[in-house]
């Protein structure tokens, strides 16, 4: 049983399947994703001929440009929404108090709908003529026409509200679940010593939650950076561009403008961006453990 | 001080309370607008004035909710299954092994959840039709593991990184293989752990959209959310498309709050490190 | 011991393999066992693909019954229909094409077939057309189906700018419903009552570009301004530069429209201006022939009516056609038995079925089955009559997008006319360049 050679086989293969799902399914059209940008490429006969970097072009374009900024604001508003709110949730529910295992699961159930359905239903309940946020507001008095939502100015941080709704279930319960194993006793004696509630926090919380919220937090941003879906049916980039993500950047060059080099173009920089997330969280998560 | 702690739990309540409302918004609204006559949607607020609940028998025919619910159903399944496997396999080598490359795999395993589905839809396409995987079931199942399986993995590692080694020991000395060990101690302790990746799996494979859209041909393989969008084109009335979406999203739901006493406990033993 | 458990371990893999292979298979065994049965009842039935873009369940009470009469008719070929909604059909078809999987007969939009046939995936079906049917479909829109001087799609749905408006809106407004705007300045002026003397707006705008309904609209209003084609067709751009003042008047002229209408242009869609209009929020509209479905009871009862778009400075009632057409890919293995499906579905009652889904009449042959002397049929046919064809080419998605957004920012107020038709020039002039 403990022969060496065995040993030291055992672990590939019981990673043996993982791995080739990952060559298979992904390493090898990464590589495609990075012919494909180095040429005039299409969907419909993939990669022609060789055109100089002509598709890293766009990169440089003020339009592209825009759309970047607009990425930079969806995801840092986004990811800033959904740490505080998921912290201020996670902490009130930290506690015991009335209805508390209803809650907990109410505040997932975001988690569990899909990013088409979630992008839909917002789309009724934000509709300017029969959505029930406008009736509320006009049955109440507070404004006398309709909001819209998805306008000039207003589209933008109304699909970065969805993005909190959305992604605060994954934040509550990574925080929830480490908030649980502060021992009550530290707690209670910090409390005992008249500390308030910021230095509680700040001395006793915010340390624990730190690992946890970090890479909860980077998480949570990397998979912000690839929304499609959400904002696509609900404002396919628009008005003017004002909601063009990168990710619906990627899409339409793809499949309106039918050129597969530059969408794969912007595919690389998303991916670099992304890599970089992922080696901040893996050195940290590394970091962790070496401690 | 108790005036104090109970101001506070007040406070508390009243945040989470609005937070729930915010959560439920979108589903209730819905909920309502299943239930309304077209003609009526703009009267419609807080209730739905008519209770037109033959919203629910006339989507059966406008679409083919059947057909979609199946395949739905196999992506959900297959992946969940499949994941669950692949995840305790490869946490177990993680979580017991010593061995050259942990760290470049880790590292790897990690990457996979962040690969935009939008960067890579179209090469997957490419490859699965090269080797003669478009428009199958397994195709659209294999692209979802792909990028799924980090989660599982890393939820199933730290479950199993709190099982005593001791217990395993004793079980070699009894003469039992590592697989042996794997299944027959393990897994039976991780049971929430095995749950919850069951359950988190399974709810990927209902929400995925574009793999399904790009990977496959075949009406028959089309699922509640692709079928469930194509309403969306400002044709099929409001009320329509909040029924089917209602429709597609209550099994999940349903499923969650069965399982949600375990999914938390699970979430929380082996929360993401 | 050892071999024994890791064998455990490959059947288990195996087996989580198995469930979902058969799965799989279950699930594709309903689709094909219909086709299996099919054949093995009737020699050498050949069964075609069939796809129409749009709603489902509107599309199969128009086509189940014209397939059920064709199969019929032709008991050797099946015609199965499968169903592509408009939200994902640009994706569907293109990893359709890329994977020679179109069905056997398509409909879809001219940008996407050119496309398609540049790369050689669609077959140029001149030869296939016979005198009959090219007589009698109307040259503006048999045009708008040829590329490169062939055939690529067959015209089957189209449609028209309109301009509808709401009669007691007009009354109460002190206009005169029996003698609608046919200049923009009457236009403008009609408008501008309408918004201060009803509670009404005076005309719904829309400016979401989702499928280039926006474009269209600017495109059918420069055609009337400058009384003609509004693309040259030999060189696929557009003439705006030698028609620059008639551009930018109709560039203004789109933004003083939006001084009358309903608020949030941008985010309102072709779509959404038919319900306000007929819940009477707005008292005029300017849309295709589809308003017609969302308003039905109203133009029964005479509370709406159509006329023809306002004329501008060429003095032509005149709007561009937007059209959209069948075709068959070259990747069909059953083209003789495809063309006889579509040749089929052009007959005049079945192309007249077809049109209730929203396009004016496509055959002249359609035309005269309805009264002309009817004024709601007379418009719509001499919509038809006078239209020229919506400038069409493989980049016209990406032409389409820009127009859309610039359109946009003009209706938003944030840019002036001169400066939208700056930027479009522009931007079009990267798209033909790239």
């Not at chain 1, 029969?130 to 109304?158: C, E, R, V």
């Not at chain 1, 993500?245 to 039918?258: G, P, R, S």
């Not at chain 2, 017991?96 to 939008?118: C, D, E, L």
């Not at chain 2, 938390?264 to 929360?271: I, N, P, Y």
Request: with cysteine.
């Amino acid at each position: 049983m403990k022969q060496k050679g065995s040993r030291r086989i055992e672990p590939y293969l019981f990673i043996l399947p993982t791995i080739i799902l990952f060559i298979f399914v992904l390493a090898v059209p990464l590589f495609n994703v990075f012919k494909f940008s180095l040429g005039d490429s299409n969907i419909i006969e993939g990669f022609k001929e060789w055109n100089s970097f002509e598709n890293f072009e766009y990169l440089t374009t003020p339009r592209f440009l825009k759309s970047l900024g607009v990425t930079a604001v969806y995801v840092v508003c986004g990811v800033t929404g959904i740490v505080v709110c998921g912290m201020l949730v996670a902490l009130a529910l930290n506690k015991p108090m009335p209805l508390r295992g209803l809650f907990r699961s109410i505040v997932i159930i975001p988690w569990i709908v899909p990013h088409a359905f979630a992008a839909s239903m917002w789309s009724w309940v934000l509709n300017s003529q029969f959505g029930f946020i406008n009736q509320l507001l006009t049955k109440l008095n507070l404004i006398s026409s309709p909001i819209s939502f998805l306008s000039d100015g207003t589209a933008l941080p109304t699909v970065i509200m969805v993005r909190i709704w959305q992604g605060t279930p994954f934040m509550i319960i990574s925080l929830m679940a480490v908030l649980q194993t502060i021992p009550s006793d530290i707690e209670e004696a910090i409390e005992l010593d008249g500390a308030s509630a910021i230095q509680k926090s700040r001395y006793i919380t915010l340390p624990y939650l730190r690992p946890v919220l970090m890479t909860a937090t980077l998480i949570i941003t990397a998979w912000t950076i690839q929304i499609f879906d959400t904002v696509y049916i609900m404002t396919a980039g628009g008005p003017a561009r004002q909601t063009q993500l990168v990710a619906i950047e990627i899409y339409n060059k793809a499949f309106i403008d039918y050129d597969l080099g530059t969408s794969c173009a912007i595919a690389i920089l998303v991916f670099i961006i992304v890599g970089i997330i992922g080696f901040i969280k893996f050195k940290n998560e590394r970091m962790v453990e070496d401690a | 001080m108790k005036k104090k702690k109970r101001l506070v739990l007040t406070g508390r309540m009243i945040f989470v309370i609005i937070w729930c409302v915010f959560t439920l918004i979108p589903i209730y609204t819905a909920f309502v607008a299943s239930l309304t006559k077209y003609e009526n949607l703009g009267k419609t607020f807080l209730w739905p004035v008519d209770m037109y609940y033959q919203n629910y028998i006339d989507i059966w025919s406008r679409v083919n909710l059947t057909g979609y619910f199946k395949a739905t159903v196999i992506y959900a399944v297959g992946t969940s299954l499949i994941n669950v496997l692949l995840a305790t396999f490869a946490a177990y080598a993680l979580s017991r092994y010593a061995f050259k490359g942990k760290t470049f795999y880790s590292f790897i395993i990690f990457i996979t959840q962040v690969i935009p589905q939008v960067v890579i839809a179209i090469p997957i396409f490419m490859t699965l039709n090269r080797i003669g995987l478009y428009d199958t079931y397994i195709g659209v199942i294999i692209a979802v593991l792909a990028t799924s399986m980090a989660f599982p993995i890393l939820l199933l590692r730290s479950f199993f990184d709190g099982i005593p080694v001791a217990l395993e020991e004793a079980a070699a000395i009894d003469g039992c293989s590592r697989v042996g060990i794997l299944f027959r101690i393990i897994v039976p302790l991780s049971t929430p752990g095995i749950a919850t990746t069951f359950a988190l799996s399974f709810f990927t494979g209902w929400g995925q959209y574009l793999y399904p859209l790009i990977l496959t041909r075949d009406p028959s393989k089309t699922p509640l959310t692709v079928g469930i969008s194509r309403m969306i084109d400002n044709q099929t009335p409001w009320e329509m498309v909040m029924t089917g979406t209602l429709l597609a999203i209550i099994p999940a739901i349903v499923i969650y709050l069965c399982a949600q006493k375990y999914l938390v406990q699970g979430l929380t033993a082996g929360s993401v490190k | 011991m050892k071999k024994i458990s890791w064998r455990k371990m490959l059947s288990c893999l195996l087996a989580a393999g198995m469930v979902t292979v058969m799965a799989a298979a279950c699930g594709s065994d309903s689709g094909d066992s219909g086709a299996d049965q099919a054949s093995s009842a009737e020699e050498e039935t050949v069964t075609i693909t069939f796809m129409r873009t749009g709603t489902p369940e509107v599309l199969h009470e128009i086509f189940d019954p014209i397939i059920e009469s064709f199969e019929e008719e032709y008991p050797n070929i099946k015609v199965d229909m499968q169903d592509l909604g408009w939200s994902d059909a640009e994706t569907t078809l293109q990893v359709m094409a890329s994977s020679q999987t179109l069905p056997d007969v398509m409909y879809h939009l001219p940008v996407s077939i050119f496309d398609m046939a540049d790369k050689g995936l669609i077959e140029d079906l001149t030869s296939y057309m016979d005198d009959e049917l090219k007589e009698d479909i109307y040259p503006s829109l048999l045009e708008a189906g040829q590329y490169d001087g062939k055939q690529y799609m067959i015209p089957c749905g189209a449609l028209t700018l309109l301009y509808w408006y709401n009669t007691e809106l007009f009354e109460q407004a002190g206009l005169d419903p029996d003698n609608p705007p046919a200049t923009w300045d009457e236009f403008l002026a009609a408008a501008k009552a309408i918004s201060e003397n009803t509670d009404a707006a005076g005309i719904a705008m829309y400016g979401m570009p989702s499928g280039g309904e926006t474009s269209f609209f600017f495109e059918s209003l420069f055609a009337s301004e400058i009384g003609g084609e509004t693309w040259d067709g030999e060189r696929y751009t557009y003439e705006y530069d030698e028609n620059r003042q008639a551009a930018i008047d109709t560039l203004e002229f789109i933004q003083e429209l939006t001084q009358y209408s309903q608020g949030a242009v941008e985010e309102t869609s072709r779509f959404d201006i038919r319900t306000m209009l007929r819940d009477g929020t707005v008292g005029m509209a300017l849309d295709a022939v589809n308003m017609a479905n969302q308003i039905q009871d109203g133009l029964d009862s005479g509370q709406f009516r159509v006329a023809q778009i306002p004329a501008g400075a060429s003095g032509k009632q005149m709007s561009a056609v937007n059209v959209g057409g069948f075709f068959i890919p070259t990747n069909s293995e059953h083209k003789e038995e495809a063309w006889t499906f579509l040749r089929y579905l052009m007959n005049t009652d079945n192309q007249k079925a077809h049109s209730t889904y929203g396009s004016i009449p496509i055959l002249k042959s359609e035309a005269e089955t309805y009264d002309t002397s009817d004024p709601y049929w007379g418009t719509i046919i001499k919509s038809v009559e006078d239209s020229v064809p919506e400038g069409v080419c493989p980049k016209t998605n990406s032409l389409w997008n820009l127009t859309g957004e610039q359109l946009q920012l003009l209706m938003m107020n944030n840019q002036d006319a001169e400066t939208t038709l700056d930027n479009i020039i522009a931007g079009h002039e990267e798209i033909y360049n790239e």
